[in-house]
């Protein structure tokens, strides 16, 4: 009988050891839960800070999507202008194939000689009208003086 008495000892303390671990366990786990409720009431505080400038920031996003929205409509008679012109462009190409291939090159020299030089000189005038500006932009009516004292160098060759 002494070691059934024994045997309930050894029991009794096993379940005492476990009673005792499970008890710190739960005891660190309740620290962990107090530490994550204490995070989560912070950051609950920072969210309801955030939150508002968040929403004036999607605001004003959405505003300013509506605005380059227009501005870009705004472009569109832009880019007809210019699918136009290409247009132009390409039946005026068509036209100068057609009738160019008609006159000989004597014929084509002579008929593009007065735009050949309606070009130079207009390229002429904004050589002279960029170098006036370049001229009218570095002249300044300034006057600079410099006051410089002259000293002698000894180079060991004096008498």
């Known amino acids: 009988m002494d070691i059934i008495y024994v045997g309930v000892l050894l029991c009794s303390i096993a379940f005492a050891i476990v009673v005792i671990y499970i008890s710190l366990v739960l005891k660190r786990l309740a620290d962990t839960m107090k530490s994550l409720g204490t995070s989560v009431g912070e950051l609950e505080k920072e969210l ?5 400038q968040l929403t004036q920031t999607v605001r004003e996003t959405d505003k300013l999507v509506d605005d380059i929205g227009e501005k870009i409509r705004a472009t569109d008679s832009l880019f007809d202008s210019v699918e136009e012109i290409g247009v132009t462009v390409n039946s005026l ?4 194939s057609q009738k160019s291939k008609g006159l ?3 014929e084509l020299e002579k008929k593009m000689k007065p735009f050949v030089g309606g070009i130079t000189w207009s390229e002429a005038a904004v050589q002279i009208y960029s170098k006036w500006k370049a001229t009218k932009r570095t002249s300044k009516n300034e006057l600079m003086v410099q006051q410089t004292n002259v000293v002698p ?4 060759r004096e008498g």
């Open 153 to 156: 160098v000894n180079t060991g």
């Open 93 to 96: 190409n068509e036209v100068y």
């Open 48 to 52: 309801n800070y955030i939150t508002p």
């Open 104 to 106: 000989s090159d004597v």
